[in-house]
């Protein structure tokens, strides 16, 4: 998509060192981007399943999940769509703790991530451990927004925002790259904002 891109680059970048190249700060706005029809899921009935090339396939649900050790994002946020948030806050649990639990075996490398929606998006499984990945349920200590993939989505907030599935229900642990909803629509498969991965072949 050469033509968006070029008008995308013309937009002032604000402060150096903060926003990554093409990126503009959104404020105190948080605009919402949903592909498919926002759903109502009760926390009683969300669960997160980690499967595939794991040795123990597991799954917890919403009561399972405030069990584990909680942990905090603060940070900024980066949608492909060139807006950034700064300061956000979000709890949950470090995916680093569902995978220790489930896992991986030595020939995962990717994980597609299944939203309960059917939305979909792939990762590097490394971009998901070292406490840079989260599955998280509130945001600025309030429950999360259902619009923002309340009660429960992921959060990986050092690559662009569409890795970040709302409505998150699955981790799947693959040896292939399989590429999600936007990467088979011509996202990149990555999705770095600082080396502006937007587009497949970026
Ligand atoms: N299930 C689901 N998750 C999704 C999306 C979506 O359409 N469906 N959009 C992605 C995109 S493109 C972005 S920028 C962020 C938007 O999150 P927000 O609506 O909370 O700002 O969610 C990501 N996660
Ligand atoms: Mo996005």
Redesign the pocket.
């Known amino acids: 998509m050469p033509v968006t891109r070029g008008f995308f680059r013309k937009r002032p970048e604000g402060p150096a060192g903060r926003l990554p190249p093409g990126q503009y700060d959104t404020g105190s706005g ?7 029809a926002t759903p109502r899921i009760e926390p009683e009935t969300w669960s997160i399943t980690v499967d595939g090339l794991v040795d123990r396939p597991t799954t917890w649900t919403w009561a399972d999940a405030h069990q584990l050790p909680a942990s905090t994002y603060t940070g900024d946020i980066h ?3 060139t807006w950034s948030k700064f300061d956000v806050a979000f709890t949950g649990v470090s995916v680093d703790v569902l995978l220790d639990a489930a896992g991986p075996q030595v020939d995962a490398r990717y994980v597609l991530v299944h ?1 309960s ?1 059917g ?1 979909t ?1 792939n990762l590097p499984l490394s971009d998901l451990v070292g406490g840079r990945a989260w599955v998280v349920w509130d945001y600025a200590g309030r429950p999360l927004p259902v ?3 309340g009660p429960v ?1 992921l959060l990986v907030p050092h690559l ?3 890795k ?4 998150v229900s699955r981790l799947e642990l693959l040896a292939e790259d399989r590429p999600g909803f ?1 990467e088979r629509n011509g996202y990149h498969d990555r999705g770095d904002p600082w080396l502006e991965q937007r587009y497949q072949g970026d």
């Open positions: 948080w605009p919402v981007l949903t592909a498919e949608c492909v769509t939203s929606t939305y998006t619009e923002h993939g989505r662009y925002f569409w970040s599935a709302k409505w936007w």
